[in-house]
């Protein structure tokens, strides 16, 4: 037993219930949840082999698997299997969402305003350094498609859900045609058609009016004229002239 066990003389005090645990799955922030396991276990702070034991019944899935392979070995303390776990998931806190992924969000067609915020807030919420209420108001409007960021920008409310409130005012006069809106894809398709309209117009125009080849006068007049500004023409000329007149010579007598 003591060589399965991760902590085998723990002492678990009269009475003791094991607090509601939110459960990690080892796709969160590793900081983040040791704050809230420790909130829970605030009244057991002090003794470091009740925070250990416990410390999977707080766990889920692949994290389940991750502490039962502990060796007791190299986990002597609490601060040890502290700094074991938060090695083990540092690449969440490394994936952490930033301003730029913020900003790139996009909302989608037939979105619902209230759905768009609640997923941008939630991102948002996880940037570090925390954003201020502020800046995330000015950021999440100047992600919105035009239609909206035209009915918003002026407005700067003083929280968060202020702004959702006039999001979803605008949500409801689309329903009841209050506005003329057009959607953003609609738009981009007629804009695609006529760009691809005018460049097979312009391909034609194109084809259509190719100068054809200039041809020289065809009077005696006219082609010495054209031959004194075409050099090129006169020669090609006189060539074309002397072979024209050689005239075969006659057998000789015999």
């Known amino acids: ?9 723990v002492v678990i005090p009269p009475k003791f219930k094991v607090p509601d645990f939110d459960k990690y799955k080892g796709t ?22 009740l925070l250990m034991h416990f410390f999977q019944d707080s766990l889920v899935g ?23 776990f938060l090695r083990q998931y540092q690449y969440n806190s490394d994936m952490a969402p930033d301003r730029t992924q913020l900003y790139s969000m996009v909302k989608k067609e037939g979105e619902t305003f209230k759905e768009y915020a609640q997923q941008w807030r939630d991102l948002a919420a996880q940037v570090a350094p925390p954003m201020v209420e502020k800046e995330m108001i000015t950021m ?27 999001g979803e005012r605008i949500d409801v006069g689309l329903k009841r045609g209050k506005f003329d809106y057009v959607s953003s894809t609609s738009t981009n398709a007629r804009r695609i058609g006529a760009t691809g309209a005018k460049r097979k117009k312009g391909d034609t125009h194109a084809v259509t009016s190719a100068p054809a080849w200039v041809k ?31 005239q075969p010579r006659a057998p000789a007598p015999i």
């Open 62 to 84: 692949a994290a389940v698997i991750w502490y039962t392979n502990l060796e007791a070995s190299r986990i002597h303390t609490w601060k040890d299997l502290i700094t074991a």
């Open 140 to 166: 999440m409007v100047d992600t919105l498609p035009v239609f909206y960021y035209e009915k918003l920008v002026g407005y700067m409310p003083s929280i968060f859900a202020n702004l959702v409130f006039a």
């Open 216 to 246: 020289p006068p065809q009077t005696s007049h006219g082609t010495h004229q054209y031959a004194q500004h075409h050099p090129s023409f006169s020669a090609c000329a006189r060539d074309s002239s002397n072979s024209a007149h050689v």
């Open 28 to 49: 969160t922030y590793p900081k983040n949840y040791l704050k809230m396991y420790c909130r829970k276990m605030g009244a057991h702070s002090k003794d470091g082999k």
């Open 1 to 9: 037993m003591a060589d399965l066990c991760l902590v085998p003389d």
